[in-house]
């Protein structure tokens, strides 16, 4: 199980700037972006406001139309696609962590309702012995009553006067 930082997991960094060759032209902000990067590499808290200040590039350090032209734009699609596609095995090792995971919550999850399930059932057997030991004490103390009443009524005639 690979578990990373909540700040390493929004951000990702490569260990090396990707390679440039001298032929190939490079814009002023890609450049002064990756010089950013080199100073800052493995810092998590960098200031972009250099960065963001040089978005805004000056009329002298506008690419030119053949800088564009000759730029290797395969070159650039070729190292998307590559990072696309690590980016992309990234996230699927993260989502079968994450299904594991979930599995095994289902799993802790069920445990306490199945005890609870237990612990209900035999909180009836309980009530139900209760009751039915309660109802045989007031049985027994009804039989009790009537015989008690029996023996009043019959004190009572031996008290009556015949006439």
Same mark, same amino acid.
């Given at each position: ?13 490569? *260990?090396?700037?990707?390679? #440039? ?7 002023? +902000?890609? /450049? ?21 200040? /040089?978005? @805004?590039?000056?009329?002298? &350090?506008?690419? /030119?139309? *053949? ?8 070159? +650039? #699609? ?15 090792? %993260? =989502?079968?962590?994450?299904?594991? +995971?979930?599995?095994?919550?289902? %799993? ?6 199945? #005890? !609870? ?7 009836? =057997?309980?009530?139900?012995?209760? $009751?039915?030991? @309660? !109802? ?11 015989? $008690?009443? +029996? ?5 009572? &005639? ?6």
């Amino acid at each position: 199980m690979n578990i990373t930082s909540p700040a390493d997991a929004g951000e990702h960094r490569p *260990s090396t700037p990707p390679a #440039q060759t001298d032929d190939l032209p490079t814009s002023p +902000l890609t /450049s002064k972006a990756d010089e950013k990067l080199d100073d800052k590499q493995g810092d998590k808290r960098v200031d972009n406001s250099n960065v963001m200040e /040089s978005a @805004q590039p000056n009329e002298d &350090e506008q690419p /030119s139309d *053949s800088e564009f032209r000759d730029f290797d734009w395969d070159d +650039l #699609q070729d190292r998307y696609a590559k990072e696309m596609e690590a980016q992309t095995q990234t996230e699927h090792k %993260i =989502r079968e962590e994450f299904d594991q +995971l979930m599995a095994f919550y289902q %799993i802790w999850q069920q445990i306490p309702q199945i #005890q !609870e399930q237990e612990r209900c059932a035999k909180r009836l =057997r309980t009530r139900v012995a209760f $009751v039915e030991m @309660q !109802e045989m004490e007031l049985e027994k103390q009804q039989k009790h009553h009537e015989k $008690v009443m +029996l023996a009043f009524k019959s004190a009572l &005639e031996m008290l009556k006067p015949e006439h």
